[in-house]
């Protein structure tokens, strides 16, 4: 229903009652802190979430630890140990898995590495066009353009994958059909991330192309 401040205050009671064994809590409590803006807490939980499954090499372990990191910048203490566990988890899964490129080409996103990122996310959109989180991969592609003084392809991005969020927006909830909320919500994260790099270049005069 889109009550993040409650879902997190319920989230937050839950998990000083007890730690979840499994990543999935998590990873949903991880959406929610960036959702409330509060990015000290959501690396707490990037932090403690490396401790607890750093080492397991159970596939749910891998795959939701990866991606929890590259939700948003900073989640752990160097970039390289987030692009360490994206590149993990592409290895585990193979590139034939849609979401752990999205992870990977985040993480490199995350570390800089904007030439990479645009590779493997140009790449994973040509493959696979009807994939519907294909709307971050947009997003990413769109800061990843601007990064590389590229803002008209970056400008592009983001207006494709602006015009695919108002499509699917439902009125009557928050996620539309088929969507997972955290997954919906992380592509709104992302909105707002690509929207705000965008406006700032736009602002300062160095976007002129």
């Not at 949903?28 to 750093?54: F, M, N, S, T, V």
């Not at 996620?175 to 965008?198: I, M, N, S, T």
Request: charged share 30%.
């Amino acid at each position: 229903m889109g009550q993040w401040a409650a879902a997190a205050a319920e989230f937050a009671k839950a998990f000083e009652l007890e730690e979840p064994k499994k990543p999935l809590p998590w990873f949903e409590h991880a959406y929610l802190r960036l959702q409330l803006g509060d990015q000290k807490g959501y690396q707490r939980i990037c932090r403690r979430l490396l401790e607890r499954l750093g080492q397991s090499e159970r596939d749910w372990d891998v795959d939701l630890l990866a991606h929890t990191c590259v939700l948003a910048p900073g989640a752990l203490k160097e970039a390289s140990q987030v692009v360490a566990l994206a590149e993990k988890r592409l290895a585990r899964t193979g590139p034939e898995n849609r979401w752990s490129l999205q992870v990977v080409g985040l993480a490199y996103y995350r570390a800089a590495k904007y030439d990479k990122a645009v590779e493997v996310l140009a790449k994973a959109v040509k493959d696979h066009p009807d994939f519907a989180p294909n709307i971050a991969n947009w997003l990413i592609l769109s800061m990843a353009h601007q990064h590389l003084k590229q803002p008209a392809e970056a400008r592009q991005w983001l207006k494709q994958a602006v015009a695919r969020i108002k499509e699917l927006q439902p009125k009557d909830r928050f996620a539309p059909e088929g969507w997972e909320w955290r997954d919906w919500l992380g592509v709104h994260l992302l909105r707002r991330e690509a929207e705000g790099l965008l406006n700032a270049a736009k602002d300062s005069g160095k976007d002129r192309k």
